[in-house]
């Protein structure tokens, strides 16, 4: 599926009986926009509220039908957390984001819009999961949609001393507690903290050899500037500091996944 595809995949979604019921039932059949740009790798889709009215970013990012409408749902929760009045700032995926995603896949499964797959899209949305691959679809012929994501394999074992280097730049040093599915956990020597490392973190490193080079010059609260997909000059803080990407808060309220190589992505 190429980029074009896609994009008309996306179209006849939004145009489908189905869709289209699920949407007036939330209110979303209305100052809705929506916006096809070119694929990213950080995101499969983005929302915000622009002088407004709702803005749905959906890139080309080649996925069969059933994950296409699956990011759909996922950006739609997001734009219901943001008409709440007098909400509670919280994480991009809280409470109110698992709760309202899953009212969406609960409504899009009465409309038969996954069939075959209703138990696994309503197991994925009652575990609250934001990322789509997470939900092992299949096709009529029972196969997986998606081959499974490759996972890092562990390189370190309970036990050993380790040290890495945290979003904000700082060198922790500590033992791993326990090696998890995807992560490591660490505890620090003192005891204090305790911090959930991915396996494949690049800034992890056992305690007697040296850490890797920081990855970017990037720090926690710096502010920068970008353009996003429609070439619109953008400025926040930096959140979150990703192994590949910086989550940026914006001065309008939105949040983007940046990468280190976004060509118009500069200090402010």
């Known amino acids: 599926m190429d980029r074009s595809e896609t994009h008309e995949t996306y179209r006849r ?4 009986r189905g869709v289209r019921r699920v949407a007036a039932r939330f209110g979303l059949d209305r ?3 929506y916006e096809f740009v070119d ?3 950080s995101f499969h889709g983005k929302a915000g509220t622009v002088n407004g009215e709702g803005l749905v970013r959906l890139p080309s990012n080649s996925r069969p039908e059933p994950f296409l409408l699956l990011t759909l749902l996922h950006e739609w929760a997001h734009l219901l957390v943001q008409r709440q009045k007098n909400r509670p700032r919280q994480t991009p995926h809280g409470a109110d984001w698992r709760r309202f995603f899953a009212s969406l896949v609960h409504s899009a499964v ?3 819009l ?3 797959n209703e138990q696994e899209v309503l197991r994925h949305a ?3 999961e934001a990322r789509t691959y997470l939900c092992r679809l299949c096709g009529a012929d029972g196969q997986p949609l998606l081959p499974p994501p490759e996972r890092a394999a562990p390189a370190y074992q309970v036990g050993e001393a ?3 280097t945290d979003n904000r730049g700082q060198v922790v040093a500590g033992t791993v507690r326990r090696v998890n599915a995807r992560t490591y956990t660490i505890a620090t020597a003192d005891g204090t903290h305790v911090y959930r490392v991915p396996l494949g973190y690049p800034a992890l490193a056992r305690a007697d050899a040296p850490l890797p080079a920081p990855a970017s010059p990037w720090r926690v609260g710096m502010r920068v500037q970008f353009t996003d997909g429609a070439g619109r000059l953008l400025r926040g803080q930096v959140r979150r500091v990703n192994p590949k990407t910086l ?3 914006t001065d309008d309220g939105l949040q983007y996944r940046v990468s280190y190589q976004h060509p118009r992505l500069r200090p402010e």
Not at 13 to 16: D, E, I, M, T, V
């Open 13 to 16: 979604l939004l145009q489908s």
């Open 31 to 33: 100052q809705v926009r």
């Open 39 to 41: 694929e990213r790798r």
């Open 110 to 112: 009465r409309e038969g």
């Open 114 to 116: 996954f069939p075959g």
């Open 126 to 128: 009652t575990a609250g």
């Open 162 to 164: 380790v040290h890495f």
């Open 247 to 249: 989550t940026v808060d």
